[in-house]
Antibody, heavy 120, light 107 residues
Framework: QLVESGGGLTQPGRSLRLSCAASGFKFDNYAMHWVRQVPGQGLEWVTGITWNSGLTDYAASVKGRFTIARDNAQNSLYLQMNSLRSEDTAVYFC????????????????WGRGILVTVS | DIQLTQSPSFLSASVGDRVTITCRASQDINNYLAWYQQRPGKAPEVLIYVASTLQSGVPSRFRGSGAATEFTLTISGLQPEDFATYFCQQLKSLPITFGQGTRLEMK
């Protein structure tokens, strides 16, 4: 399972760090992602990271402000969010890929329950 | 970036109906397309991957088809638990993108 933490209410311009604790699978075998969703709206892929942190990529909307990282020894995924904006308000999902790499993937097979980040 | 356009955005149907949702990609994505179902308050769950492969445990009334830039999700014989929101997703290239979603409601 995937369990997100670290969300909550913050002000524009501030920072927040999300964490995701993984269990029940071999964490360091898979790429991981963050996907967000404004309540009642669509899904937006935010960022992804390969199994060994060798490659990361970001949506244009967060590039330069957000940083994804992982600690395979701790089975944990992180999202450092800086210079937050009101439009970053969303539920953030920690998501597991079925492959270790990014690009030419098949699907995401495990999602956390999501955690709400409110920037206001 | 590859844009995905889903249609319709909203669909009203009855139990037992057959419905089709379309997802069009702005460029050729081969078959790197997945379909997800999302129920209110829940995380999405994959139904179909690589355009037409049914995920294990998903009922056979769900069918995916298509390639390149045009894809469809068909649900035959709608069941009450199928009324949810459906998203397509392309994983051909980064950034990964989703369609805007199709909300399927009971008539």
């Amino acid at each position: 399972q995937l369990v997100e933490s670290g969300g909550g209410l913050t002000q524009p311009g501030r920072s927040l760090r999300l964490s995701c604790a993984a269990s029940g699978f071999k964490f360091d075998n898979y790429a991981m992602h963050w996907v967000r969703q404004v309540p009642g709206q669509g899904l937006e892929w935010v960022t992804g990271i390969t199994w060994n942190s060798g490659l990361t990529d970001y949506a244009a909307s967060v590039k330069g402000r957000f940083t994804i990282a992982r600690d395979n020894a701790q089975n944990s995924l992180y999202l450092q969010m800086n210079s937050l904006r009101s439009e970053d308000t969303a539920v953030y999902f920690c998501v597991k890929d079925i492959f270790p790499t990014l690009g030419q993937g098949w699907y995401f097979d495990l999602w956390g329950r999501g955690i709400l980040v409110t920037v206001s | 970036d590859i844009q995905l356009t889903q249609s319709p955005s909203f669909l009203s149907a009855s139990v037992g109906d057959r419905v089709t949702i379309t997802c069009r990609a702005s460029q050729d994505i081969n078959n790197y397309l997945a379909w997800y179902q999302q129920r209110p308050g829940k995380a999405p769950e994959v139904l179909i991957y690589v355009a037409s492969t049914l995920q294990s445990g998903v009922p056979s009334r769900f069918r995916g088809s298509g390639a390149a830039t045009e894809f469809t999700l068909t649900i035959s014989g709608l069941q009450p638990e199928d009324f949810a929101t459906y998203f397509c997703q392309q994983l051909k290239s980064l950034p990964i993108t989703f369609g805007q979603g199709t909300r399927l409601e009971m008539k």
